[in-house]
C-alpha cells in the first residue's frame, strides 16, 4: 500500500502577490482564540499593503529586520526599547487614548513611560522627594476629587521625575540615591496632598539605540517636555496615569513622545517670600504649583464607553 499524503491546497490559495494577505490569514486555524484571530488578520492585512505601497527591495526588508533585533537586544530590566520606539511613534498615546475615553471633566491620562518603578516610598505629607539636593525648589499641592468635585480622602498619589541633570535613578545607579524623586503620598480627609520637590526639566530619552538612531535620520530630535509623572488611584474611581507640564518649556509644542495635552499643562509660579518659604520648608525663591486630579468613578468610565 504506498504512503498517504496529504493533498496541496485547494485552488487560490497559493501565495501570489495580489492576495498575499488573504492566503496568509486563511492558514489560520479554525479553533484559534477569537480575539487573536481578529488582531492577526488586521496585522498581516496592513503590514502586506504596507509592504506593497513601499516595494522594499530585499536589503531593505533585512535592514529593518536588523532594526527590530538592534531593539530587542537593547533591552534590559530598566531600559525597555520597544516602548520607547511604541512612543516615539505615537502608538502608546494612541493606545491609551482608546483605552481612556473618559467623561468631562475627569483628569486625562498620558503615558506611563520606561522608568517607573513599583514601591516608591510612601511618605508623609510635605515631604521632599528630592534627594540630591540638585534643582530649583518646588512646590506642589492640591486635592484630589471625582467629577462632582466631591474631595477623595485616602487616594493615592504616586510621582516620579528626572533629577536637574535630566535622569531617572534607574539611569545613574550608583551616582543617584535610590528612589531619588519618587514618592507615594495620601490625601488627607479633604483630598489634600503636598510635597516637596524640584521644578521639572526637559531631558532626551536615551538616544544611544536603535530607536535614538532612527529620530536622527528621521530629523527629529529626543527631548521630552518638562513634566512631573504621576499615578492617583482612589477606590471606586478609574485610576490616571498622566502628567503636569511646565508652562515654560520649549519642547511642550514637539514632545517626542508625543505626550502632551493642553489640559495638563500647569501655572507654575516663582514665590520669592522668605516667610512662605520658611513655613514650607523651602529656600527662597522656590516654585509653587496647584494642581487637582479629578477622577472618575467606575461606572461613569463605563457610560463614557
Given at each position: 500500500?504506498?504512503?498517504?499524503?496529504?493533498?496541496?491546497?485547494?485552488?487560490?490559495?497559493?501565495?501570489d502577490?495580489?492576495?498575499?494577505?488573504?492566503?496568509?490569514?486563511?492558514?489560520?486555524?479554525?479553533?484559534?482564540?477569537?480575539?487573536?484571530?481578529?488582531?492577526?488578520?488586521?496585522?498581516?492585512?496592513?503590514?502586506h499593503?504596507?509592504?506593497?505601497?513601499?516595494?522594499?527591495?530585499?536589503?531593505?526588508?533585512?535592514?529593518?529586520?536588523?532594526?527590530?533585533?538592534?531593539?530587542?537586544?537593547m533591552?534590559?530590566?530598566?531600559?525597555?526599547?520597544?516602548?520607547?520606539?511604541?512612543?516615539v511613534?505615537?502608538?502608546s498615546?494612541?493606545?491609551?487614548?482608546?483605552?481612556?475615553?473618559?467623561?468631562?471633566?475627569?483628569?486625562?491620562?498620558?503615558?506611563?513611560?520606561?522608568?517607573?518603578?513599583?514601591?516608591?516610598?510612601r511618605?508623609?505629607?510635605g515631604?521632599?522627594?528630592?534627594?540630591?539636593?540638585?534643582?530649583?525648589?518646588?512646590?506642589?499641592?492640591?486635592?484630589?476629587?471625582?467629577?462632582?468635585?466631591?474631595?477623595?480622602?485616602?487616594?493615592?498619589?504616586?510621582?516620579?521625575?528626572?533629577?536637574?541633570?535630566?535622569?531617572?535613578?534607574?539611569?545613574?545607579?550608583?551616582?543617584?540615591?535610590?528612589?531619588?524623586?519618587?514618592?507615594?503620598?495620601?490625601?488627607?480627609?479633604?483630598?489634600?496632598?503636598?510635597?516637596?520637590?524640584?521644578?521639572?526639566?526637559?531631558?532626551?530619552?536615551?538616544?544611544?539605540?536603535?530607536?535614538?538612531?532612527?529620530?536622527?535620520?528621521?530629523?527629529?530630535?529626543?527631548n521630552?517636555?518638562?513634566?512631573?509623572?504621576?499615578?492617583?488611584t482612589?477606590t471606586?474611581?478609574?485610576?490616571?496615569?498622566?502628567?503636569?507640564?511646565a508652562?515654560?518649556?520649549?519642547?511642550?509644542?514637539?514632545?517626542?513622545?508625543?505626550?502632551?495635552?493642553?489640559?495638563?499643562?500647569?501655572?507654575?509660579?516663582?514665590?520669592?517670600?522668605?516667610?512662605?518659604?520658611?513655613?514650607?520648608?523651602?529656600?527662597?525663591?522656590?516654585?509653587?504649583?496647584?494642581?487637582?486630579?479629578?477622577?472618575?468613578?467606575?461606572?461613569?468610565?463605563?457610560?463614557?464607553?
Amino acid at each position: 500500500m504506498s504512503a498517504q499524503f496529504p493533498q496541496g491546497p485547494a485552488s487560490g490559495s497559493y501565495f501570489d502577490e495580489a492576495s498575499s494577505a488573504e492566503v496568509v490569514n486563511a492558514r489560520m486555524g479554525e479553533n484559534i482564540n477569537p480575539r487573536l484571530r481578529e488582531v492577526m488578520t488586521v496585522l498581516v492585512k496592513h503590514l502586506h499593503a504596507a509592504v506593497k505601497e513601499i516595494e522594499p527591495t530585499h536589503e531593505e526588508w533585512l535592514a529593518a529586520i536588523k532594526f527590530l533585533t538592534e531593539t530587542g537586544q537593547m533591552c534590559s530590566d530598566w531600559r525597555q526599547e520597544f516602548i520607547l520606539l511604541s512612543d516615539v511613534l505615537g502608538v502608546s498615546m494612541l493606545v491609551d487614548a482608546i483605552n481612556h475615553r473618559r467623561p468631562s471633566g475627569a483628569t486625562p491620562n498620558t503615558i506611563l513611560g520606561p522608568f517607573y518603578l513599583s514601591n516608591a516610598p510612601r511618605y508623609e505629607n510635605g515631604a521632599n522627594i528630592c534627594l540630591d539636593g540638585k534643582g530649583e525648589p518646588l512646590l506642589v499641592a492640591g486635592r484630589v476629587l471625582n467629577t462632582d468635585g466631591q474631595p477623595l480622602p485616602n487616594a493615592s498619589i504616586e510621582v516620579w521625575q528626572t533629577n536637574d541633570d535630566g535622569f531617572y535613578d534607574v539611569q545613574q545607579k550608583g551616582i543617584q540615591p535610590d528612589f531619588n524623586l519618587r514618592g507615594v503620598f495620601t490625601t488627607d480627609r479633604e483630598g489634600k496632598y503636598w510635597f516637596r520637590s524640584v521644578k521639572p526639566r526637559h531631558y532626551p530619552i536615551p538616544a544611544d539605540g536603535p530607536v535614538g538612531k532612527l529620530l536622527g535620520s528621521l530629523g527629529r530630535h529626543p527631548n521630552r517636555a518638562a513634566h512631573l509623572h504621576f499615578i492617583v488611584t482612589a477606590t471606586g474611581y478609574d485610576p490616571i496615569i498622566t502628567h503636569i507640564f511646565a508652562p515654560d518649556c520649549q519642547y511642550l509644542g514637539e514632545d517626542t513622545v508625543f505626550g502632551v495635552k493642553s489640559e495638563l499643562i500647569a501655572d507654575f509660579k516663582k514665590v520669592d517670600d522668605a516667610q512662605k518659604a520658611q513655613s514650607v520648608g523651602l529656600a527662597a525663591p522656590f516654585w509653587s504649583v496647584d494642581w487637582d486630579f479629578s477622577l472618575a468613578h467606575c461606572k461613569s468610565l463605563q457610560n463614557a464607553e
